[in-house]
């Protein structure tokens, strides 16, 4: 995995502080060659990033992006990963690049330690993505696809990172320190991958 791009909603936020965050871990890790970009499902392309996230990027000594990138084929094809913030980004990514399916992840998906959660959270992303491609077809969801998700849901963390926009600088820290934290584990499983 030498390529590693990281997908929020407008690529101001949360994806570029996880792309600045994660230069910094991997240079302070010592994981050469491992490249690092952000991009957003509704981004515009050079829209500045939060004034929030460039503090918090610059307080945590990592440098990312100063504007934003629109998810595309050419950035999706260029990542060997694809780690999103949300699961609805995921679906997102999935849905609009259906070849890429085997690549893309939620962040916090793709980090869990714990085997049982991790199989967990995957059930439930195939299921919501069985019940969204169902809705498009217009096919019935059933009581019991219905009934699988909430139930693993109540028993799973969220998979999700909360988007601090428009928040104080206090949400974005909170944010960068969640995001860290999966940052971290993350670089651990690249260094046992080497």
């Known amino acids: 995995?030498?390529?590693?791009?990281?997908?929020?909603?407008?690529?101001?936020?949360?994806?570029?502080?996880?792309?600045g965050l994660m230069r910094k871990i991997l240079a302070d890790e010592g994981l050469a060659g491992i490249e690092v970009r952000s991009a957003g499902v509704a981004a515009h392309d050079g829209t500045p990033i939060s004034e929030h996230a460039a503090t918090v990027l610059k307080s945590?000594?990592?440098?990312?992006?100063?504007?934003?990138?629109?998810?595309?084929?050419?950035?999706?094809?260029?990542?060997?990963?694809?780690?999103t913030m949300t699961?609805?980004?995921?679906?997102?990514?999935?849905?609009?690049?259906?070849?890429?399916?085997?690549?893309?992840?939620?962040?916090?998906?793709?980090?869990?330690a714990d085997s049982a959660a991790a199989a967990k959270i995957a059930e439930v992303e195939r299921?919501?993505?069985?019940i969204q491609?169902?809705?498009?077809?217009?096919?019935?969801?059933?009581d019991e696809e219905r009934s699988r998700i909430v139930t693993l849901q109540r028993e799973l963390p969220t998979p999700d990172i909360a988007d601090p926009f428009g928040g104080s600088l206090q949400q974005y820290e909170s944010c960068a320190v969640e995001i860290h934290a999966c940052l971290i584990k993350l670089a651990a499983k690249l260094k046992e991958a080497r």
């Open 87 to 112: 699961s609805a980004h995921k679906r997102y990514t999935i849905q609009r690049f259906p070849g890429a399916v085997d690549k893309i992840h939620t962040l916090k998906e793709y980090v869990e």
């Open 60 to 83: 945590n000594g990592g440098t990312g992006p100063q504007r934003s990138s629109a998810l595309s084929l050419s950035t999706v094809e260029w990542a060997d990963l694809i780690l």
């Open 1 to 19: 995995m030498n390529r590693i791009l990281f997908v929020c909603t407008g690529n101001t936020c949360r994806s570029p502080m996880a792309e």
């Open 127 to 130: 299921l919501m993505t069985d």
């Open 133 to 142: 491609l169902k809705q498009a077809l217009a096919k019935p969801v059933t």
